[in-house]
């Protein structure tokens, strides 16, 4: 099969169509796993002002150290400072203010010493502002004290574009006062599968059918990768009614039309008969397994990936080709998925194409060891079901032997077996 | 501090008072993520009838081969079974037909040989059926056919209760049929902060005032970990503004309200005493850092878990103890986040509390090293932002040395620094 493109060059070609989408301005807590489209710079310094990190009492730690004190000792309380007051008060030496988490550090003041460290009724909820304090030790200069500027300066870069925003950068944000952010806007992404033979799921089986399984695992799979899915169903084995799927999917105004099946060489395989007469077929069958009649090429200008129809077969594909052009659509880096090497508990056969098998990695004393998930037929989805990783066998392989390495992509969101557990 | 809680007491006693929500009915193409809340039996044999993996031309190849057909040959084409037909073709000895990839196979037929191994001309998709075809090769007993029942027996068990969907696992729902299934009810949690120095973004700073960040990160960190949250913003420091949040909170008919900030030893914080005299507080103050005020307690029978108010804190008693609270209200084990052993870079101190300090670990040619990300302070949302990994220093460790060997947790969706780089 001397007319079968490599994975490497297909997934080249394809990915060099695409670029990052263009940017929208969004509320921040819509923008979980939104990437970032400019950087992002503290408009001030952090914290803001000056502040305590405890509820205690702020005295002017250096002066009165110069003054002497030291050990057991009572301060007057000149004054109480909350949390988001502007304060005015100015600390002298020998003088206390009752002061809480985050509010302003008086003028003067150097250090503030914790409320469970003094005399003050801290338990009793009801307690009134004391006129004078009893410290049991001696604050050092700049205990308990947030300096301005101790964490971010004005005009520091903080976060960078094409960050994809996790809590804790959305909490960021928050801080710095964005309430809207620039993000990457999310790939639209219509898809359909193609096929007499497809039911959908919710009615009895029918003779010589079978149910969709593309439509939910590629659409979700899409989803999961952060795209807009348009789902358009399932088109007949008919010229006319793969036409009007992809017409319908061009007026969806989508980034990426993505359909399953219809793409070998059978004689009611349409989609790329459709392609070649409406738009243009730039790519056709790769040298991979399962995967093999994938097509790549556009329906009046929009771009297309055409997956086979077997389940097992798109979903590789999607994960092969798909992924990779929806994380550059989205301004990430197209990574592959994370990928680990283990070693073979049995021989592997293979055709020579570059086949993804599903398989079980498990941690063992030895390293991490992977068995084959039962039979490998790529319309058997219950064999993906069960994995937890696709052995990646390299082109122009026909065999392995046990304990050879190969290489891994993990399948789920928590690659569990990879990492130790806490004891 | 002997009144302070360990960790592990405080998340076994806060865990054994939650369990896993009831189950309720949703369509497929909702359930990404989802818990799924019973055992999924095979309703029918899969595949449902026997098939042809390709698209090519089935023959008797038994009983040909009895009859001593070998080599090149040319059989008489006496049907055409498209895919999604219920066929009552019978084919005999020396006859074949042409069928396509899925479709069922004719009474008779034991082998499908590919088009591409005929002399029919299988690139010209306008070809019509031919009366007769030549076979290149001749396929042997099974080649190309998936027997009724390979991959599934009907009555199998294929999905158990408790497994997080993924994209494969709803790909197999819809082959069984099944457009809605059982999941368990995702949590509602109210959330909201107080504090009367928070603002919120979108508005410029104000003396004395912070942005509230922790209404954002917390939220989406629930959402992360599949819960529906229902933001009520800010309390003020007033204790009727709190019971008002409180009392709003409830009437959102939640499984667990949230909050953060005014469980400390503040003079204004209001959040412990209204829960003491509306509810109950359970427990309060756990020996960690940060997050040290973290209570938990109920109000009006609902429970409540009230973090600490600096970002850091907050963010880090999140993933100790209410993440695994979601876990297990999602019908989930409550297990902790990815762990990996790391060594330090550089000597650590701690103050005897278990510390969860914010690190960025990477992979050397010696193993997974960390080093902390600048000033530590539980007001330095940066901190977090930079790093990608919490390291656990124990309780009762007052410092380690560079070289030791502690856990990581690691944060991001995507441990990337944690597994191989295909080459």
């Known amino acids: ?47 803001l002002f000056s502040n305590s990190s405890v509820d205690g009492f702020a005295v002017c730690a250096s002066k009165d150290i110069r003054a002497g004190l030291r050990g057991n000792f009572t301060l007057p309380v000149v004054g109480d400072i909350p949390a988001g007051v502007q304060t005015n008060l100015r ?3 020998g003088e206390t203010a009752r002061i809480m988490t985050g509010a302003p550090l008086p003028e003067g003041a150097d250090a503030v010493l914790p409320v469970e460290d003094t005399s003050y009724p801290y338990r009793d909820g009801s307690a009134p ?22 964490d971010v300066q004005k005009g520091q ?3 960078i574009k094409g960050r994809k925003l996790q809590p804790q950068d959305i909490g960021m944000l928050a801080t710095l006062g964005l309430d809207r952010i620039p993000v990457v806007r999310k790939p639209r992404i219509a898809l359909f599968s193609s096929g007499d033979e497809l039911l959908s799921p919710g009615i009895p089986p029918q003779p010589g059918k079978i149910f969709d399984a593309n439509s939910y695992s590629l659409g979700l799979l899409a989803q999961r990768e952060g795209a807009e899915v348009i789902r358009l169903g399932v088109a007949r084995d008919q010229y ?33 008969q459709v392609l070649e007469e409406h738009g243009q077929v730039k790519l056709w069958r790769v040298n991979m397994r399962p995967g093999k009649p994938l097509t790549y090429g556009s329906f009046a200008g929009i771009p297309v990936i055409s997956l086979p129809g077997n389940p097992v077969s798109a979903f590789v594909g999607f994960l092969v080709f ?3 052009v929806i994380a550059k659509l989205t301004g990430l880096e197209p990574t592959p998925p994370a990928t680990l090497p283990v070693i073979l508990e049995h021989p592997v056969l293979s055709d020579g194409r570059e086949s993804y098998l599903r398989a079980i990695v498990q941690k063992t004393q030895d390293g991490f060891v992977a068995r084959l998930t039962g039979h490998q ?42 990492l130790e557990k806490p004891e």
Chains 1, 2 share one sequence.
């Open 1 to 47: 099969m001397t007319d079968l493109i490599s994975v490497n060059q297909a997934l080249s070609q394809i990915l060099s169509e695409f670029s990052s989408l263009p940017p929208e301005e969004i509320e921040i807590s819509e923008a979980l796993f939104r990437t970032l489209a400019e950087d992002i710079h503290s408009p001030f310094d952090l914290p």
């Open 91 to 93: 600390l002298g030496k």
């Open 129 to 150: 502002l004391p006129t004078e304090v009893t410290f049991y030790r001696f604050p050092k200069p700049g205990e308990n004290v947030r300096p301005r500027g101790q």
């Open 157 to 159: 870069k903080l976060l």
């Open 240 to 272: 006319q009614a793969v036409v009007d799927l992809f017409e319908k999917a061009k007026n969806a105004n989508t980034d990426l039309i993505l359909t399953s099946a219809g793409v070998s060489v059978g004689a009611f395989d349409f989609v790329r």
């Open 322 to 324: 798909v992924r990779p």
């Open 377 to 418: 037929g790529s319309g058997n989805l219950y064999s993906l079901v069960q994995a937890n990783a696709l052995l990646i066998i390299p082109a122009g392989v026909k065999s392995l032997p046990a304990g050879e390495t190969v290489q891994a992509w993990l399948l789920d969101d928590e690659p569990l077996p990879v």
